[in-house]
């Protein structure tokens, strides 16, 4: 029995055990809550960069439709170009500025063409990692709150087992003394 007795004196340890297991504990929620504040700062910045693409996008809308104005406005400008007739008349006649029509032509082009799809396509794929990145922080946060619960039922349930443990040696401490 002199042999048990030395390896049960201790009983200090085991409390002590048991108050850093509940550190353990506190220290993982704590880290836990630092993740989840980090990931969901990570969805603001890329919801932000999201809705800065959208604007942009909507700002190229804006000047698409401005060069169509102004290509479209384009013919009316020019000169009037004045024939006189052998008979003493003569008329005008309105000449198109054509180099001009052609820039504003080919300003409308660029704007709404190559750049236009390019713009609707980073925006598009600006929404679609948004989307998957909801999705995965939805399904970490999923796996943290199971494995969150997990920890939490093993640190309770080892808090109870080591009282017990505790508590058993106590007694057998009393009983040993009497």
């Given at each position: 029995m002199k042999d048990q007795d030395v390896y049960i004196k201790d009983v200090e340890a085991i409390a002590e055990f048991k108050q850093k297991f509940g550190d353990f504990y506190q220290s993982f929620?704590?880290?836990?809550?630092?993740?989840?504040?980090?990931?969901?700062?990570?969805?603001?910045?890329?919801?932000?960069?999201?809705?800065?693409?959208?604007?942009?996008?909507?700002?190229l809308d804006d000047e698409i439709s401005n060069a169509y104005n102004v290509y479209r406005d384009s013919y009316?400008?020019?000169?009037?170009?004045?024939?006189?007739?052998?008979?003493?008349?003569?008329?005008?006649?309105?000449?198109?500025d054509y180099s001009y029509i052609a820039e504003c032509r080919r300003e409308y082009e660029h704007l709404s063409g190559n750049l236009y799809h390019q713009a609707q396509s980073c925006e598009g794929l600006a929404h679609s990692k948004l989307m998957q990145s909801h999705?995965?922080?939805n399904l970490?946060?999923?796996?943290?709150?199971?494995?969150?619960?997990?920890?939490?039922?093993?640190?309770?349930?080892?808090?109870?087992?080591?009282?017990?443990v505790?508590?058993?040696?106590?007694?057998?401490?009393?009983?040993?003394?009497n």
């Open positions: 929620e704590e880290h836990i809550h630092q993740f989840t504040v980090a990931l969901r700062q990570h969805i603001e910045k890329l919801e932000d960069v999201k809705q800065q693409i959208r604007r942009e996008r909507e700002q009316n400008y020019g000169s009037y170009q004045t024939y006189y007739n052998p008979d003493g008349s003569s008329h005008s006649e309105f000449i198109p999705t995965y922080v970490i946060e999923q796996r943290i709150a199971s494995a969150q619960h997990l920890i939490q039922t093993y640190v309770e349930r080892g808090g109870i087992y080591l009282s017990n505790e508590q058993a040696i106590n007694e057998y401490k009393e009983r040993s003394i």
